[in-house]
């Protein structure tokens, strides 16, 4: 039996466990094992994850552990409740993410025991982001996790979430395989960021799901800065004329780590707009991939996509595999995309090493500029100012090519 196949065998039997209890969730569940039975883990003969192997994470005999999240008070204008605890019984769960095509959210889905659930009433204007902290205490065997987030914003309301999954503890290694579930209705506003900065013996995979209403706004910032292998999937369906997303993402890959990116924006309706801008940084031998999708669909005419992927190499081990992709079925469109790979600029290093900085001052800061786009967009001035001091310790330990 090969490493994939026992891997898939053993998985399957946490998922038959899960399966036998009794909740509203269990029909969820066996939707999510028949899913994950027919696929299995991926493996690189799948388009999907042709640059990035599961092989590490395929050798390791996974537990399943409780995923605890620590919210933040809910402000007025917000429901805040575990599925548990719904009071209006389970909300709608699934609906959004295809298991079919997504293997570690079926697995994360014929596992699931609980989730968070977030909701806006209608016109509520939320102005303090809810903050979620996904953080894990110091374990000793590997542990499986499944986090779950639905967050439901309601007509005309506004609201800010930022999650963060974040591990000082030492360790065994730990894998977070984590959905979220994001419907906003008609004229609400969503502003998501999704900050990942585990240990270096983390595996975390993270699908998130959005359909957009007729007006909606979403905007979403990704942030990889740790871990050991890290997959995110983010999709977005514009089904409302008038909608429009804004997707950002920054990754640091350092040491031999793998960092995977995956989007895809389904213009399904007339005038939708959307945007997008990811950069990475890869330093000592660590990879990175970014395919990024666009679909327009017949019909949907008067769509504005722009998508940019750029890249920054800070060693000659590092690698960077981009992929943007175009597939237009109409004809009265506005639609770009383009990616980027280069080096520092050495004339701006001469430059500051001529004003008193060393060599690695100098890396340093002109690469703190590269990321600093991404940071300024962040919905707080303490996140702001957090997580660009950490980006740039995590860049300045790096050593020299």
């Known amino acids: 039996?090969?490493?994939?196949?026992?891997?898939?065998?053993?998985?399957?039997?946490?998922?038959?466990?899960?399966?036998?209890?009794?909740?509203?969730?269990?029909?969820?569940?066996?939707?999510?094992?028949?899913?994950?039975?027919?696929?299995?883990?991926?493996?690189?003969?799948?388009?999907?994850?042709?640059?990035?192997?599961?092989?590490?994470?395929?050798?390791?005999d996974w537990a399943l552990a409780p995923a605890s999240f620590s919210p933040s008070a809910p402000p007025p204008g917000i429901e805040m409740f575990t599925l548990r605890e719904s009071p209006a019984g389970t909300p709608r769960i699934g609906d959004l993410v295809d298991l079919k095509e997504h293997p570690l959210a079926a697995l994360a889905t014929a596992l699931l025991d609980d989730g968070l659930v977030i909701r806006s009433i209608p016109n509520a204007d939320v102005a303090r982001p809810i903050e979620l902290s996904l953080s894990t205490r110091?374990?000793?065997?590997?542990?499986?996790?499944?986090?779950?987030?639905?967050?439901?914003?309601?007509?005309?309301?506004?609201?800010?979430?930022?999650?963060?999954?974040?591990?000082?503890?030492?360790?065994?290694?730990?894998?977070?395989?984590?959905?979220?579930?994001?419907?906003?209705?008609?004229?609400?506003?969503?502003?998501?960021?999704?900050?990942?900065?585990e240990t270096g013996t983390a595996f975390h995979a993270s699908n998130t799901a959005v359909r957009?209403?007729?007006?909606?706004?979403?905007?979403?910032?990704?942030?990889?800065?740790?871990?050991?292998?890290?997959?995110?999937?983010?999709?977005?369906?514009?089904a409302g004329e008038g909608s429009e997303c804004s997707l950002d993402g920054l990754y640091l890959g350092t040491g031999a780590r793998v960092v995977d990116n995956h989007s895809l924006v389904d213009h399904a309706v007339p005038r939708g707009t959307s945007r997008q801008l990811y950069k990475g940084v890869l330093a000592g031998t660590s990879q990175g991939v970014f395919r990024g999708r666009v679909i327009v669909r017949p019909g949907a005419q008067k769509t504005d996509a722009a998508q940019s992927n750029t890249n920054l190499l800070l060693s000659n081990g590092a690698e960077i595999d981009t992929k943007p992709q175009l597939e237009i079925w109409a004809d009265d469109v506005k639609c770009s995309h383009g990616s980027a790979i280069g080096r520092l600029d050495e004339n701006a290093l001469f430059y500051l090493r001529s004003r008193a900085l060393d060599e690695r001052e100098a890396r340093a800061l002109l690469t703190q500029g590269f990321a600093a786009q991404i940071f300024a967009a962040l919905p707080s001035e303490a996140l702001r100012e957090e997580l660009g001091a950490e980006f740039a310790r995590r860049v300045a330990a790096e050593t020299l090519p």
């Open 1 to 60: 039996m090969s490493a994939l196949a026992a891997a898939n065998a053993r998985l399957l039997g946490l998922c038959d466990e899960a399966a036998r209890r009794s909740d509203p969730l269990a029909a969820l569940r066996r939707a999510g094992r028949e899913a994950f039975a027919a696929s299995g883990l991926p493996d690189t003969h799948r388009e999907e994850w042709k640059y990035t192997s599961l092989a590490p994470l395929v050798a390791l």
């Open 212 to 238: 957009l209403a007729r007006d909606a706004r979403f905007t979403s910032r990704v942030i990889t800065l740790g871990g050991r292998l890290v997959r995110n999937d983010l999709s977005v369906l514009l």
């Open 138 to 197: 110091e374990i000793h065997r590997p542990e499986l996790r499944v986090p779950r987030v639905r967050i439901e914003a309601a007509r005309g309301s506004r609201l800010a979430v930022v999650l963060d999954h974040a591990c000082a503890a030492i360790g065994g290694p730990r894998f977070t395989n984590a959905v979220i579930e994001i419907d906003i209705a008609e004229n609400a506003q969503l502003e998501l960021t999704v900050l990942q900065r």
